[in-house]
């Protein structure tokens, strides 16, 4: 029975794939079921996701092992029920308090993260110390990364005209945005290249056979 299930199971992620694959030629029923059902199955599995590995932890078991000390719990619990009635139009303007709230909270905490670590520490080991202990490749390096970022930031400097020496750092800020911008594209294709070729293997390996896995 096990191996059953286990058959049928790549045969139904072969014919899935064959029926996103199948996009490429025109917009399709085949490409819509599976797109649904992709939808569907991602919405249950984090539902239930939700409730055994969030909920049960952090909220009904703290509350049912010990109220007194774990009570404070209960707020956010009031704000996800208040983010909910957003499903009921007459009283939906309720839920607006808890999202803006939750997000104005995120907002400050991912700045002062982000703050610290994208942009102070950055800024430190660049500025305060880039070229101690360091070979010649690693000292062009920096100072690549020195003259880009300070090139960057006058660019979208927009109070003073970008003239004479001021415009071409400013264009100089341009280049190093447009290779920045071009290697984060570069990259995204590559992630997308690597889903394909996991999906080959999975059709050529799991599927046929044709090839070790």
Avoid: C
Avoid at 49 to 72: E, G, H, K, R, S
Avoid at 124 to 152: C, K, R, Y
């Amino acid at each position: 029975m096990t191996h059953f299930f286990s058959v049928l199971g790549i045969w139904l992620g072969a014919l899935f794939t064959f029926a996103i694959f199948s996009f490429l030629y025109k917009d399709n029923p085949f490409y819509k079921i599976a797109e649904q059902i992709f939808v569907g199955l991602s919405a249950g599995y984090w539902f239930v996701y939700t409730i055994f590995f969030i909920l049960m932890p952090n909220l009904f078991n703290p509350l049912l092992q010990d109220f007194a000390v774990n009570w404070i719990k209960l707020i956010p619990a009031v704000l996800g029920i208040l983010m909910l009635l957003r499903l009921i139009p007459s009283i939906d303007w309720v839920s607006r308090f808890p999202i803006a709230l939750v997000i104005g909270t995120t907002s400050g905490i991912f700045f002062l993260r982000y703050l610290k670590s994208d942009v102070i520490n950055q800024l430190t080991a660049t500025i305060m110390n880039p070229f101690h202990g360091a070979n010649w490749v690693n000292v062009v390096g920096q100072i690549l990364l020195i003259v880009g970022t300070l090139s960057g930031v006058i660019y979208f400097y927009f109070s003073k005209k970008h003239e004479g020496a001021f415009g071409v750092t400013a264009k100089i800020g341009i280049y190093f945005l447009m290779v920045s911008f071009g290697a984060a594209f570069g990259y995204t294709a590559m992630a997308r290249i690597s889903l394909l070729i996991g999906r080959l293997q999975f059709l050529l390996g799991d599927w046929l056979g044709i090839i070790n896995p």
